[in-house]
């Protein structure tokens, strides 16, 4: 072995005797931020079936509140219909004539 | 510790598994001395310790699913914190040259000791002399680093390395053997040609 090589092995087994540095527990608070980390990051990523659900549910959503705020525009042009047809029936007029 | 008995590794991780917050909790305390031993073996220079173990917890977490039980788990999350270091001092890229100026006065007493006295260094002169190995380690490439880190500093065997690293014995065995030539080159170099 050359001298190198000796002062070497000394230094390694001097270095071998220094004590682990530092408290090996946990510090404290940082296993619930790894845990509360750990899940946000491996929430699943929702499926296309849940997904298209959920958009069904929010366009039934929006029809109804379009039918809402539209109610008395959507009932008032039906009563219209039915005035125009009372008027301009040409088969009522008809039978109105031979009366 | 990792080796307690009384811990349920099984039950936990099953809870885990079922996304239960509380078991996560418990087994990262069960499982940081183990991983904060590695990381403080194996600390990238300007890396904070707390910051590394959280990047090997969450990858732990992030695999568990893949977790067959063929090797310990222990074992397992070893192999993780090992690669997550060396993944971060490569990252480093730069591996500077150790200069006789770079070391502290200890250091230079350290080494004048090991060069000139047949004695043992004296036992205050440990972390000295323990800092002084770790900056000659720090020239290595990082895989050469860990092996001689595990072998030389904490004695371990080739097949107890194999298991903590995943790398087979013969590897093992090879970059020993390349690193311990490559870092006696960095010792004489400093003893002969950096030395006043």
Redesign the interface.
């Known amino acids: 072995m050359s001298?190198?090589?000796k002062?070497?092995q000394?230094?390694?087994?001097?270095?071998?005797?220094?004590?682990?540095?530092?408290d090996?527990?946990?510090?404290y608070g940082?296993?619930?931020?790894?845990?509360?980390?750990?899940?946000e990051?491996?929430r699943p990523a929702p499926s296309f079936g849940r997904l298209a659900f959920r958009a069904a549910g929010v366009a039934c959503l929006l029809a109804l509140v379009a039918v809402g705020l539209n109610y008395s525009a959507i009932t008032g042009a039906f009563e219209d219909d039915s005035a125009v047809a009372a008027t301009d029936d040409p088969v009522s007029e008809v039978v109105n004539l031979g009366s | 510790m990792p080796d307690d008995q009384s811990f349920d590794l099984a039950g936990c991780l099953d809870r885990v598994r079922k996304r239960d917050q509380i078991a996560a909790r418990e087994l990262v305390e069960h499982l940081h001395p183990l991983v904060i031993r590695i990381v403080r073996a194996h600390l990238p220079r300007r890396v904070s310790e707390e910051d590394l173990a959280q990047d090997i917890f969450l990858k732990m977490f992030t695999r568990i699913d893949q977790y067959q039980g063929s090797v310990p788990f222990t074992h397992w999350v070893s192999r993780i914190a090992v690669t997550t270091c060396i993944d971060q001092l490569r990252a480093q890229k730069r591996r500077p040259e150790l200069r006789w100026a770079d070391l502290s006065e200890r250091e230079t007493d350290v080494l004048d000791s090991v060069i000139t006295n047949e004695n043992d260094v004296a036992p205050d002169d440990a972390l000295a002399a323990r800092e002084l190995v770790g900056k000659l380690l720090d020239q290595l490439k990082p895989e050469d680093r860990l092996v001689i880190q595990y072998l030389d500093l904490e004695q371990k065997s080739v097949a107890e390395i194999s298991q903590l690293t995943g790398w087979n014995q013969t590897l093992v065995k090879v970059r020993a053997f390349r690193a311990r030539r490559k870092l006696q080159r960095f010792y004489r170099d400093l003893i002969e040609k950096e030395k006043p």
């Not at chain 1, 090996?24 to 510090?27: C, D, I, L, Q, R």
Request: hydrophobic share 40%; proline share 9%.
């Open positions: 001298p190198h090589e002062s070497w000394r230094l390694v087994e001097a270095a071998r005797k220094a004590r682990p540095s530092g090996e527990s946990a510090p940082f296993s619930t931020r790894v845990a509360a980390l750990a899940f990051h491996s």
